[in-house]
């Protein structure tokens, strides 16, 4: 089992960037695939990017590709997600989340352990 927690949200103007961070711990955290989902007040949670175990292969929704980079360090049991030019539509609350899979799933339903979430506010 993994344990999870977010940081790095807050308020930034629109075309500004912030990174979040998302520290585990409990099992090897080189043994699991991770991922950054988002949820905005009345939507669906949606896929943001993910990541493979060793780092090699990374997956991003279109509407952050080129925008977002996601990145993790295994000797820290950490992810990161860089967002730059960030727009009045990434507003939402953000959760870091680890898969046994290895493949950087899109999927919610592949991600067995959630973090809590941290919120991002992009403002006009």
């Known amino acids: 089992q993994v344990q999870l927690v977010e940081s790095g949200g807050g308020l930034v103007q629109a075309g500004g960037s912030l990174r979040l961070s998302c520290a585990a711990s409990g099992r090897t955290f080189s043994s699991y695939g991770m991922g950054w989902f988002r949820q905005a007040p009345g939507k669906e949670r949606e896929f943001v990017a993910a990541i493979s175990r060793s780092g090699d292969l990374r997956r991003y929704a279109d509407s952050v590709k080129g925008r977002f980079a996601i990145s993790r360090d295994n000797a820290k049991n950490a992810q990161y997600l860089q967002m730059n030019i960030l727009k009045p539509e990434d507003t939402a609350a953000y959760y870091c989340?680890?898969?046994?899979?290895?493949?950087?799933?899109?999927?919610?339903?592949?991600?067995?352990?959630w973090g809590q979430g941290t919120q991002v506010t992009v403002s006009s």
């Open positions: 989340a680890a898969t046994t899979t290895d493949w950087a799933s899109v999927r919610m339903d592949d991600y067995a352990y």
